[in-house]
């Protein structure tokens, strides 16, 4: 269990560097919290190959691109600090264990929250194993997958060796005995299928129905479940409103919230994540116990990038200051839907997969085992279709170590209404929950110096496409954006006759 006593050389990361430089300025550095000082000179460090006192959500991108077999992460992002030991060998890291008992000092640094050896997940609809990455991050373990779309089990195979994938979950007759946690994004127009039926687990209730069934045989105390945040729109609110009666009933609390990806990376992206449990703890504690208020983002054209969709431009845009919009799925036969990006030179370009994938949390090139028995271009309906690494590893991190809700965010639900953007069932009544999107925010780079693989340059086509609609609609634009884009189009065009140029010429050459 334990990493090899001595030879280890112990890396210091400072707190200042996280984020930022981290990879660069590896090596001896200093750690300046005066309670982590005193654990360290403990000995302990000797033995581990990367000590990191930082913010949470950075540990396992780190963890990752320091490329370490092990790793003890210090975090103090909920006020209080923790230890984990962290097995870094492969890139959905296994929990080891909590810093042991010799380890803390008289602050009782590290020895606070003994996660031991975390919660067994089962995994349904994993996708590219989102959920599944970022509980692992937050020290759960995944016992078993299930995902039937082939590109997605692919990635799932290479990412989660020695763990089982079975693929469709109308063919799983059972969960392991021993899983303490359920999650899966399901398909969302399922559940619509599923609220118009008599009952969800009816004969035609589709793929959410399974998990019940499941659930039936095997009462697993804790599910997560996420989705669009449409789901809360679905059938006038009817779709929702079946799944909690269906929770409700079998003796689960829940509660749900709608989440910002913003929170963690540079993309917006909002998604329900729903947690419902048959234990003790109160899902508001794990759900509600973190907000922080949206800062301002200061930004212009010349000095920030800009994310936008330039397949729309007629109704909306997509527009996201400093951030990508939402990455969308594309189509399951391949072909990719990225956004553009319209950099502070004035260049506009598609981002590299390998971008996405990064502002969805991954490791570049998660999907990339994918490729050996599909289309490239099926990376960027993979990715789209995930949910956000660290979103997930956040939520891990809460259901191990629960905070407390404020009760004073509670309210009337009203019966018959609209849903609201997080409420929760405390066992009696359903109650309204006035909370926003951003659990955290982390600090990060603006968007231009996150993106680390160049892209494309958006062609002269979809921008003079993407103008045309700007034309015809009735948008208002950042005053200064078509200007830019308009420039674009003539350094494109300009590129474009020189290119032709020069191949005529080399035509001419070899006549
Ligand atoms: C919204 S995605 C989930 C994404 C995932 N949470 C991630 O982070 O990558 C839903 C997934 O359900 C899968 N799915 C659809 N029908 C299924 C079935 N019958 N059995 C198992 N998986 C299914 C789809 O292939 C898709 O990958």
Not at 92 to 109: H, I, K, M
Not at 310 to 335: C, F, H, M, Q, Y
Not at 492 to 504: L, P
Request: with cysteine; hydrophobic share 40%; proline share 6%.
């Amino acid at each position: 269990m334990w990493p090899r006593r001595g030879g280890y050389q112990a890396v210091f990361l400072d707190a200042s560097l996280t984020g930022r430089g981290a990879t660069a300025r590896r090596g001896k550095g200093s750690v300046k919290d005066a309670a982590a000082r005193r654990t360290l000179s403990g000995g302990l460090h000797q033995r581990i190959a990367l000590w990191y006192l930082g913010p949470y959500s950075h540990n396992w991108a780190l963890r990752v691109q320091l490329r370490r077999p092990w790793a003890l992460t210090i975090s103090k992002a909920y006020g209080v600090f923790y230890g984990n030991i962290i097995r870094t060998d492969d890139a959905a890291s296994r929990w080891v264990r909590a810093v042991p008992e010799q380890a803390t000092d008289s602050t009782g640094f590290c020895a606070r929250h003994d996660l031991g050896d975390g919660m067994k997940v089962a995994g349904l609809f994993a996708g590219i194993g989102g959920l599944e990455a970022g509980f692992a991050a937050a020290g759960h373990r995944s016992l078993m997958l299930c995902e039937i779309w082939e590109p997605a089990r692919a990635v799932l195979a290479a990412r989660f060796p020695g763990v089982p994938i079975e693929a469709d979950i109308a063919q799983l007759h059972a969960l392991p005995g021993d899983v303490d946690l359920v999650v899966g994004g399901f398909p969302c127009q399922d559940l619509s299928q599923a609220g118009r039926t008599a009952g969800i687990t009816g004969k035609r209730s589709g793929l959410v129905g399974h998990v019940f069934r499941l659930l039936d045989q095997n009462r697993v105390p804790w599910v997560v479940l996420e989705n669009v945040s449409f789901m809360l729109h679905l059938d006038q609110g009817r779709a929702l409103r079946t799944l909690v009666e269906e929770f409700e009933a079998r003796g689960y609390r829940w509660a749900y919230r709608v989440v910002n990806s913003l929170a963690f990376l540079p993309q917006r992206r909002e998604r329900v994540l729903f947690v419902a449990t048959t234990t003790d703890v109160d899902p508001a504690d794990v759900l509600f116990a973190d907000d922080v208020p949206v800062p301002i983002l200061q930004t212009s054209l010349s000095t920030h990038a800009h994310g936008f969709y330039w397949t729309e431009g007629v109704r909306g845009l997509g527009w996201a200051p400093d951030a990508v919009p939402t990455l969308k799925n594309g189509s399951t036969v391949g072909i990719a839907s990225p956004p553009a990006i319209l950099l502070p030179d004035g260049s506009a370009i598609t981002p590299d997969i390998r971008d996405a994938e990064r502002l969805q949390g991954f490791e570049a090139d998660w999907t990339k085992p994918t490729e050996t028995s599909s289309r490239p271009s099926l990376r960027w309906s993979l990715v789209g279709n995930a949910v956000t690494v660290p979103v997930a590893e956040w939520l891990g991190g809460r259901l191990a170590r629960p905070g407390s809700h404020q009760r004073d965010r509670d309210g009337v639900l009203d019966a018959d209404g609209r849903w609201p953007r997080a409420a929760r069932f405390d066992g009696d009544h359903r109650l309204k929950v006035t909370i926003g999107g951003y659990p955290v925010w982390r600090e990060r780079q603006p968007l231009a110096e996150f993106l680390s693989f160049g892209g494309k340059l958006l062609s002269a086509r979809a921008t003079r496409g993407f103008l045309a609609r700007t034309d015809r609609s009735t948008l208002r634009f950042v005053p200064g954006f078509l200007p830019r884009l308009r420039d674009h189009l003539a350094v494109m065009d300009e590129h474009q006759r020189g290119t032709r140029y020069h191949s005529d010429l080399q035509a001419i050459a070899a006549e």
